[in-house]
């Protein structure tokens, strides 16, 4: 198997797992989704001149985009990864998961950023945790699967 296609399967069981952190963590903390992601969708739509229709469905066009647009973050760390991974000798995956978990995090936070939509130095604590600990069990998941790919 190529060192990319392992890259987004390993990217995609992270995805998942990040998933299942994120809305863990809603439910046991009674929390709200996060509005960012459909937020940056929609400047980003914007921005391009893609239309997303009015009112109920522009808000469901938007929140959908979001969520692909986090898929195609997870996904496209992982194949970088792999691809990566292929041309340099491997980190032990306490290393990798974190470093891996930091890039899939810049990959919604920059743009989220630079887009103005959030400004991570107002974020307390929570949202710290909110964000950090479902990308580190991507980072860390990531890094395991794509081992046992190998």
Known sequence: MHSVTKGLLA???GTLTLELAAYGDMLLRGRGSSGVPAQVAERLADRAGVPLGEGEEKGNR???????????????????????????????DWAAGPVLGAAAMAGSD????ALRVTDPTSWDLKSW????VPHLVYGLTTASVYRALR
């Open 11 to 13: 990217g995609a069981v």
């Open 62 to 92: 938007t929140q959908a985009a979001g969520a692909l647009l986090g898929y195609a973050a997870g996904l496209g760390t992982g194949a970088a990864y792999g691809l990566l991974r292929h041309r340099r000798a491997p980190l032990p």
């Open 110 to 113: 920059v743009p989220a950023t």
């Open 129 to 132: 945790a909110s964000d950090v």
